[in-house]
């Protein structure tokens, strides 16, 4: 089945600081997505990013698929990026279903 | 646009009810709905997969006859859980898939029910 591994599990930044997260995926994965998951549990799509780099305000993302990884930067954090963020990967030919990380939890202190 | 909803918000209920969760697609026709329980500071583990007018697809131990699902139409599946325990207490979380759109592998998520069993 299909592995995906995040990493740090934990990160805790004081405001308008930049960070890395990153996601290994396994040889089944076929497209990679990243989501922000609020503290009241809302799932936010961020990118959907099977390779190249998308750009989106502070937030950007990068998919290495012959390499199986896709990092996640976020510039100039503030303390409403705090939260959980998962990378999940899809398995096509399995209808579509999409395997999650076990998440980043990013604090992020005024 | 891609807007899922999910109602209720959240359930108390007593042990050995059922309760039911509906996932609805405000602005899109959703042919694959998914189910997912998150539990505490846990990442999100699929259920089922609901296709609409046919039989949903259960993960490996998800009990098919504890967890009822029925995607009826278009832009609704819903979830029962039957006869519910405290063990089912969780954030479950409903998505759809898109397709016919530029994104059409992508999911989008509703905001989520939060049932607690007493």
């Known amino acids: 089945g299909i592995q995906v591994e995040q990493s740090p599990p934990d990160l805790i930044l004081q405001e308008g600081a930049n960070s890395t997260l990153r996601c290994n995926f396994s040889d089944s994965v076929n497209n990679l997505q990243w989501f922000h998951q609020n503290p009241w549990g809302q799932l936010i799509n961020l990118f959907y990013i099977p390779s190249g780099t998308k750009q989106n305000g502070r937030l950007s993302a990068t998919t290495v698929a012959t390499e199986r990884y896709s990092l996640l930067y976020i510039s100039s954090s503030q303390t409403t990026d705090s939260g959980v963020y998962f990378c999940?990967?899809?398995?096509?030919?399995?209808?579509?279903?999409?395997?999650f990380g076990k998440g980043t939890l990013l604090t992020v202190n005024p | 646009g891609a807007v899922v909803s999910q109602h209720p918000s959240r359930v108390i209920c007593k042990s050995g009810t059922s309760v039911k969760i509906e996932c609805r697609s405000l602005d899109f026709q959703a042919t694959t709905m998914f189910w997912y329980r998150q539990f505490p500071k846990q990442s999100l583990m699929l259920m089922a997969t609901s296709n609409e007018g046919s039989k949903a697809t259960y993960e490996q131990g998800v009990e098919k006859d504890k967890f009822l699902i029925n995607h009826a139409s278009l832009t609704l599946s819903t979830l029962t859980v039957t006869s519910a325990h405290p063990e089912d207490s969780s954030f479950y979380i409903c998505?759809?898939?898109?397709?016919?759109?530029?994104?059409?592998?992508?999911?989008?998520f509703g905001p989520g029910t939060r049932l607690l069993v007493l």
């Open positions: 998505s759809a898939r898109a397709p016919g759109t530029s994104v059409n592998e992508t999911q989008y």
């Open positions: 999940a990967g899809l398995d096509r030919g399995s209808n579509y279903k999409l395997t």
